[in-house]
């Protein structure tokens, strides 16, 4: 119960919390409803403690009552709770084949890439930039100058450790708010700046401007990339164990059952 901040909840539950936390003898349960219990590790790995724990908490006191009515025994339920049962253990086993799988090699993703350049094309304009901000104005002014004569970036950070820096790129930068949209209608290697907002200042660089239907940049998308090249492999090696494992285990098929329902299927 260290973690929840009992002030923080609707009063109704703080009052289960309570009822709940007198005398338990486990230090570990954070809170236990009929056979359902919440664990102090399942609980600390949350993002949002106190959300979890009180959509943890309201549920499970209703599926306990959805329970003891004998809801969990109606035909609709028994077969959701099997179809997430069934997905759960595919995706466990899919996950144990490809435990020691190496991630995608740089080749790979290069081969992937020129494969499918036109799946990588921009849809409209985009405007890459850098940007540096920070609240010091004569700071920013100076970082203005640099950028103007080519100063590089990195020698910019080390002059002003105590300035945000960051790489970015948008589309339609007009429709954006202040000071984003000062990047609308500016040419490549121009710099914008110092503008304020919100007590900070900005100074943009513009990278490049890309336009619609141009080729991102690898970099750009390679951990789309990588992403897509390990969704593959889940689905071939998913269609391979299918195989190995239909000859394994012989599975009973009703051919007459699945033609009286209209379905087409050959023996």
Same mark, same amino acid.
């Given at each position: 119960?260290?973690?929840?901040?009992?002030?923080?909840?609707?009063?109704?539950?703080? +009052?289960?919390?309570?009822?709940?936390?007198?005398?338990?003898?486990?230090?570990?349960?954070?809170?236990?409803?009929?056979?359902?219990?919440?664990?102090?590790?399942?609980?600390?790995?949350?993002?949002?403690?106190?959300?979890?724990?009180?959509?943890?908490?309201?549920?499970?006191?209703?599926?306990?009552?959805?329970?003891?009515?004998?809801?969990?025994?109606?035909?609709?339920?028994?077969?959701?709770?099997?179809?997430?049962?069934?997905?759960?253990?595919?995706?466990?086993?899919?996950?144990?084949?490809?435990?020691?799988?190496?991630?995608?090699?740089?080749?790979?993703?290069?081969?992937?890439?020129?494969?499918?350049?036109?799946?990588?094309?921009?849809?409209?304009?985009?405007?890459?930039?850098?940007?540096?901000?920070?609240?010091?104005?004569?700071?920013?002014?100076?970082?203005?100058?640099?950028?103007?004569?080519?100063?590089?970036?990195?020698?910019?950070?080390?002059?002003?450790?105590?300035?945000?820096?960051?790489?970015?790129?948008?589309?339609?930068?007009?429709?954006?708010?202040?000071?984003?949209?000062?990047?609308?209608?500016?040419?490549?290697?121009?710099?914008? +700046?110092?503008?304020?907002?919100?007590?900070?200042?900005?100074?943009?660089?513009?990278?490049?401007?890309?336009?619609?239907?141009?080729?991102?940049?690898?970099?750009?998308?390679?951990?789309?990339?990588?992403?897509?090249?390990?969704?593959?492999?889940?689905?071939?090696?998913?269609?391979?164990?299918?195989?190995?494992?239909?000859?394994?285990?012989?599975?009973?098929?009703?051919?007459?059952?699945?033609?009286?329902?209209?379905?087409?299927?050959?023996?």
């Amino acid at each position: 119960m260290r973690l929840i901040s009992l002030l923080s909840l609707p009063i109704f539950l703080t +009052g289960l919390i309570l009822i709940i936390a007198c005398g338990n003898n486990e230090p570990s349960t954070a809170a236990r409803v009929g056979n359902y219990t919440l664990t102090e590790a399942e609980l600390s790995q949350a993002a949002n403690p106190i959300q979890y724990f009180e959509s943890w908490l309201e549920d499970h006191i209703l599926a306990y009552e959805a329970e003891r009515r004998g809801l969990a025994d109606q035909g609709r339920v028994k077969v959701a709770l099997h179809r997430v049962k069934v997905k759960l253990l595919v995706e466990g086993l899919i996950e144990s084949e490809l435990e020691n799988s190496q991630l995608p090699s740089p080749r790979e993703i290069e081969d992937y890439y020129q494969a499918h350049r036109e799946d990588f094309k921009r849809a409209s304009a985009e405007i890459e930039f850098l940007c540096f901000a920070g609240i010091d104005e004569s700071a920013l002014e100076d970082v203005r100058r640099q950028l103007r004569i080519s100063g590089s970036e990195e020698s910019i950070k080390a002059k002003y450790p105590g300035l945000s820096y960051h790489r970015d790129s948008i589309i339609n930068p007009e429709s954006l708010p202040k000071p984003l949209n000062e990047l609308a209608g500016a040419n490549a290697g121009e710099v914008i +700046g110092p503008v304020e907002h919100g007590g900070k200042f900005y100074v943009f660089k513009v990278i490049n401007i890309h336009s619609p239907l141009s080729a991102k940049s690898l970099s750009a998308v390679r951990d789309e990339i990588e992403y897509r090249i390990m969704i593959d492999r889940k689905m071939k090696l998913r269609e391979r164990l299918v195989k190995e494992l239909e000859k394994k285990y012989n599975p009973y098929i009703n051919y007459k059952l699945l033609q009286a329902l209209g379905l087409s299927s050959e023996e």
